[in-house]
């Protein structure tokens, strides 16, 4: 029972333009949301969360949107970099006495210079 | 270097044969989370440990076992290996048990053979 579902397995953007992964969740305790970066031979690593009291969280090029109604949210990159070449990993969570964290099965973003 | 260290990078062993992943966390983290992901599939939590004490404890075999010990590193013991359990087994740290913001190592890949 996949309760996070990242439904593209890959991605490819021109440097310079927005990337825009997405992720799906079933669960409807889930309240708290996640996106990790992982380049290979590497652990994931944290890039940015949100809380579902949100639908908006911005950190630098990152943004990452809640729809709480779709059980739907997205991480916007811009402007994508080729840096920004990895997987990303989209992770929820019912914080009320569960911390463990449930996780997609990846987007592989591919920035085109 | 994330600051999580696990041990070995690989490791190749037969069906029916025991192993031990061995995590130490980040220098001051007190929780300390095990997950596997299999070939295109998501981080599946396994266990997880705070300050010594088992936590919370996901979809792990029974023939799997895990501890803290009390200098906060942590043991992951794979037994009757089957060629299912081939995949990369993923330790995390946090400083408590309530922040998302893990930090991965880079891992350990199982190759049962």
């Known amino acids: 029972d996949q309760q996070v579902k990242q439904n593209s397995p890959s991605l490819s953007v021109q440097e310079g333009r927005i990337s825009i992964l997405n992720c799906d969740y079933t669960n409807s305790m889930f309240d708290y949301f996640l996106w990790y970066k992982k380049y290979p031979a590497e652990g994931p690593t944290f890039l940015i969360s949100i809380s579902s009291i949100k639908d908006k969280n911005e950190d630098g090029r990152f943004t990452v949107f809640l729809n709480k109604s779709a059980k739907h949210l997205s991480l916007h990159i811009v402007p994508s970099q080729p840096g920004d070449s990895a997987v990303y990993f989209c992770?929820?969570?019912?914080?009320?006495?569960?911390?463990?964290?449930?996780f997609g099965t990846g987007t592989r973003l591919t920035i085109i210079p | 270097d994330s600051g999580v260290t696990q041990t070995p990078k690989h490791l190749i062993t037969a069906t029916g044969q025991r192993v031990t992943l061995r995590c130490s966390p980040r220098?001051?983290?007190?929780?300390v989370y095990w997950y596997q992901q299999s070939l295109d599939q998501g981080l599946q939590f396994l266990i997880q440990?705070?300050?010594?004490?088992?936590?919370a404890k996901g979809n792990i075999l029974e023939r799997f076992s895990a501890q803290q010990f009390p200098d906060l590193h942590s043991e992951l013991n794979l037994s009757s290996l089957e060629l299912g359990d081939s995949a990369l087994y993923f330790c995390a740290s946090s400083v408590t048990p309530a922040d998302y913001g893990y930090t991965f190592g880079s891992g350990t890949r199982l190759t049962v053979v």
């Open positions: 440990y705070y300050n010594g004490e088992e936590r």
């Open positions: 992770a929820a969570s019912a914080r009320r006495g569960n911390e463990k964290l449930t």
């Open positions: 220098s001051g983290d007190l929780s």
